[in-house]
Each structure stands twice: as C-alpha cells, then as structure tokens.
C-alpha cells in the first residue's frame, strides 16, 4: 500500500514513523514534511494547502491512501477533492471539518445534540461582544470563531484584558478572517485532557486518553501554543470517566454529524475540562490528530495503525481493535526562543543522532541545509519517552532533551506533572 501524509509537523512524522512499522506499507511520502520525514519519507515541497498541487501529485504516484494531518487543508476541502478524483483520503470532508473550522459550528451541534459544553455567545460584531462582557464581567474566555493555529483562545482573568482580546480579535484582525466572529464563553475550572476516536461515520474506536499542556509557560502560565508537550494517558481520565465520555460526548457527535447530513470519517479530538468529582464539558472539538498528543499515542500504540485509517475510510472500523502499551509515554515540545511570537529561523540542531532505549526525537520545524539540520518554525522538536512509569517516563523524556541544543531554545520542564498527583 502506498501511503501519503500530508503535512510537516511533529504529528506527521509520528504518522510516517508508525505506518513505516506496517507490513501494508510499501512506499510511504510525507509532504511537505520535514528534516526528519525527509530521511524516511521524502516527497516534494508542497504546501500542505496547496491542495490543487498535492492533488496533482497524489494523481501521478496512485498513492492508496492519504492521510491528512493539519485541519487548514481539510477544511480547504482536500478530501473531497481527492474522493472525487478517485484517491482514497483519511480524513473528514469540508463540511464535517467545520467541527473544528467554527466554534460556533461545533457549539451549535453540542447543544443539539445535548454534548455538555459551557455556556456561550457567538458575537458578528465587537462592539456587541465588548457589552456582552460588560455585562458578565470575569474570568472569561474570549475565542476567535476560526481556525488560528490552537492560539485563537485567550483566557481572561480582567474585564479590561477581555476587552482587549475582542479589540484584538475583532477589530485588529489579530488571527485574521477567523476573527470575523467572537466566541465568548464562560471560563471552566478544572482539568483538561484530550479524547482522540477513529470513527467510520458508524462506528466510534477510542483511542488512548493524554493530556496537552498549551500554554508556553511552566504552571499553564504565558499565551496559549499549539502545545509545549502531552503524556499519554491522562489518569484524570479514569475508566469511569472515559466511558461517560463515550456515551455523552463522541458517540452523539458522530450521530449528530451524520443527522445534520454530514457524515464524519477520519480522527475526532474533544477537548474537555474536568472537575474534580469527574464532571466534564467539552471546551471544543478537533477535526484531526492532536499535535503534540500523536507522539505519545504513536509510541504507546501496539497495534498496526495503517488497518484502522484504511476502515476508517471503508465503513469496516467494526472489525478494527487497538492494543496499547502498559507503559505510558511523555512528549516534549522544543521550541525556538520567542514562540509562540517571532523567532529566528535557521538555527543548527545539535545532539540529534544521540540514541537513546525507547525514546524518540519527531521532528515538527526543521530542515535541512547544506548538509545540517537547522530550525524552521516555533516548534522545533518533539522529544517523546516511554517509560516504566510516569515518573520514569518524565526523566527520560527529559534526559533526552537534556542531550539537544540550538540557540535560544525553550521548552517547559513540567510536562506530566500534573499526572504526578495520581500517583
């Protein structure tokens, strides 16, 4: 089976890592890719939004299937596009994207379908979301309505910091078009985790439980990433807990996709807020796998992943089961000096070729150049460990991490913490 990922982040390479470990795969590609997929999966320089492009390319090497990882391209349409060209997409269609591509999309459809989410307002006009705010003070949260690269979300402790946040969504048009409507909720307390499910449009296969953790700062501190780090699993996520997640969340969204007549097929994300006595509402949904949240998930997987995107697509995820590892891993985000603002590109990556046991380096903003591998984006490096425990897991990932170095890097030192507590 030829295999096509379209992407060039860390997600994508723990993709290509694990559907490189399948016996169906007999020439995988990743595009645009990155330092790391370029050494195992090479394929051209396309955008993972040119879509006429990649189409163009999927067309000439017949590839069997494709699968998407970034949410632009899938809300650009690139599965229907691919489908009506007779190639074989994991993926939902633009309509079902618009799960993730709208919050107002997804709110309405959890209200519809009687998914707990918080309370919200969904604003056109700033001037109107400022005196909603007004009106019901703080700590709230203010969203921009569409796709802003997991930075869309500002949580606000003032009335005055509120107001900024709709000045800057709204009005400076600080995450551009996706700004065009406000989303103001009410802020929730408790814990967050991530809830991945494979889903054929019928049949709902959760995946294991992980926790990101977004904000660029120790203690959740600082503005908002695309994720400084994940473990895998998330213990406040208990068996009890997943299962109510099951049958009040995810199953009811894949009915009620199917219902508003937009069947969903690929990888459903919730993310939820949970409380302490286990009480949980979704604070949004996904339309792909989460980034970091895949490389934890993609070590901790036992079972061949390439099978169940393949039923995923063909209506067959019924006969699909998953294994997963006893041991939990934990991923590590390192990024460059200033992200989630500007940074400097082109920094020289040392200590890459260190090895060590059951750890990995997936690799999100690289290239390579002139022979070195350099830095090309915020994120920079996923270092992800498995370990006999939590806490073995947390020093390895760390040692690793530990063992690289370029100019101005940054990463947190508290990814998995949080699960320490469990303990």
């Known amino acids: ?6 992407g060039g982040g860390g997600r994508e390479h723990a993709l290509v890592w694990k559907i490189l470990q399948s016996p169906l795969a007999t020439a995988v590609s990743c595009v645009p890719g990155n330092a790391g997929t370029q050494a195992v999966a090479p394929g051209p320089s396309i955008s993972a939004e040119d879509v006429d492009s990649l189409l163009e390319y999927a067309r000439t090497q017949r590839f069997d299937l494709t699968v998407v990882g970034p949410e ?33 999309f997804a709110k309405e459809l959890m209200v519809e379908a009687g998914i707990p989410t918080a309370d919200y307002a969904v604003f056109d006009d700033p001037d109107k979301a400022a005196a909603y705010i007004e009106t019901k003070g703080a700590p709230i949260v203010v969203k921009a309505d569409g796709l802003a690269a997991g930075k869309g979300v500002l949580i606000c402790r003032e009335r005055d910091e509120a107001l900024q946040a709709v000045d800057d969504i709204g009005r400076k048009r ?14 929730l307390v408790g814990e967050e985790a991530s809830f991945l499910a494979l889903t054929d449009g019928f049949t709902v296969l959760p995946m294991a439980t992980s926790q990101d953790h977004k904000p660029v700062f120790d203690d959740d501190t600082g503005p908002n990433t695309g994720g400084m780090g994940a473990y895998s699993p998330a213990p406040v996520v208990s068996p009890r807990v997943g299962e109510a997640i099951m049958e009040q969340v995810m199953v009811p969204a894949v009915r009620a996709m199917t219902d508003r007549g937009t069947p ?34 993609m070590m901790r ?8 995107l393949a039923a ?7 006969k699909i089961e998953l294994q997963w590892s006893d041991k939990p891993a934990v991923c590590v985000a390192m990024t460059s000096g200033g992200y989630p603002g500007s940074y400097t590109k082109g920094l020289p990556i040392e200590g890459l070729d260190i090895q ?19 830095s090309s984006g915020g994120r920079v490096l996923g270092v992800t460990a498995l370990g006999a425990d939590i806490p073995d897991a947390i020093r390895a990932a760390y040692n690793r991490t530990r063992s690289i170095h370029f100019d101005g890097m940054h990463f947190r030192t508290d990814i998995g913490r949080k699960a320490l507590s469990y303990l």
């Open 301 to 308: 997987l036992k079972s061949d992943l390439l099978p169940a």
């Open 72 to 104: 632009v391209p899938l809300a650009q349409g690139l599965v229907d596009r691919f489908e009506d060209q007779g190639l074989p997409c994991f993926g939902p269609t633009k309509a079902a994207a618009q799960i993730e591509a709208s919050k107002t």
């Open 264 to 297: 969903y097929r690929g990888i459903l994300y919730a993310g939820l807020m949970i409380d302490p006595q286990g009480a949980f509402k979704v604070l949004e949904f996904n339309c792909r796998f989460g980034d970091p949240e895949t490389q934890p998930l």
């Open 174 to 187: 600080q995450f551009g078009e996706a700004g065009s409507r406000i989303v103001v909720e009410e802020l």
């Open 356 to 374: 060590q046991p059951n750890t990995m380096v997936f690799h999100a903003g690289t290239r390579r150049d002139e022979g070195k591998i350099v």
């Open 1 to 6: 089976m030829k295999v096509l990922v379209i």
């Open 312 to 318: 995923c697509r063909n209506g067959s995820l019924d």
